[in-house]
């Protein structure tokens, strides 16, 4: 079974500064990351907000595999 490519964020990481940094050409990166993490979306405070993410969550750097 093949997995998803996946980072924990680096301590005082942003989905910005974290696709800035794993998704260098991609300037809607953020919004990409959000887009296949929506477990970060759905927490009390969602990405986007103080705290946004922690150096303990998994975020994943490439789309859903196919089933």
Do not use: C, K
Not at 8 to 31: C, I, Y
Request: hydrophobic share 40%; charged share 15%.
């Amino acid at each position: 079974m093949a997995s998803r490519r996946s980072v924990h964020p680096a301590p005082g990481d942003t989905l910005v500064t974290l696709s800035a940094r794993v998704m260098p050409d991609n300037p809607d990166g953020a919004q990409q990351l959000m887009a296949w993490n929506l477990h970060l979306a759905l927490r009390p405070f969602p990405a986007g907000a103080p705290g946004e993410i922690l150096p303990t969550d998994i975020v994943y750097v490439e789309p859903p595999l196919p089933s």
